[in-house]
């Protein structure tokens, strides 16, 4: 956990969660996944299941350790699960300001379905709704 906290502190664009957050992962409430090298863990990413649905929920890659695959594989991994749990598309929000991660999920099929304003505090900033579909 405190692996998680350390790589999510690093990555102030993603969404700072609690510990407590975590740990519902942990319980089995939601798939969590995380990318591991020797004696290292890289990245995780927390999804969940919405009916047709699956929501990435968090990602995070070490800043020292992007644009190695981590990401991808992560993204990958969660993208699967939702076409085994039947899921028809897959949904997510991020920083209308995220250039990076807005490229990042573009190579990955997920398109600008809409917008949330002010979804983001901390600075407060509108989220760009993605979608992807499973076929």
């Known amino acids: ?3 998680i906290l350390a790589i999510q502190a690093a990555c102030p664009e993603i969404a700072q969660w609690t510990k407590r ?3 519902r992962v942990a319980a089995g409430e939601m798939p969590g996944w995380v990318a591991e ?4 863990t890289m990245g995780f990413l927390v999804a969940r299941l919405a009916g047709s649905e699956i929501e990435i929920l968090n990602l995070a ?5 992007r644009r190695r695959g981590i990401g991808t594989s992560l993204v990958e991994a969660a993208l699967a699960w939702g076409r085994e749990s039947r899921a028809e598309s897959a949904i997510l929000e991020v920083r209308e300001s995220n250039l990076a991660a ?5 190579r990955h099929n997920f398109q600008v379905t809409g917008r949330r304003p ?7 900033e509108d989220a760009l709704l993605l979608t992807a579909p499973l076929p």
């Open 61 to 65: 890659v070490r800043p020292e350790a």
């Open 102 to 106: 807005l490229r990042f999920y573009e």
């Open 1 to 3: 956990m405190d692996v």
């Open 118 to 124: 002010r979804y983001y505090a901390s600075p407060i």
């Open 21 to 23: 957050d975590y740990d």
């Open 37 to 40: 090298e020797p004696k290292e």
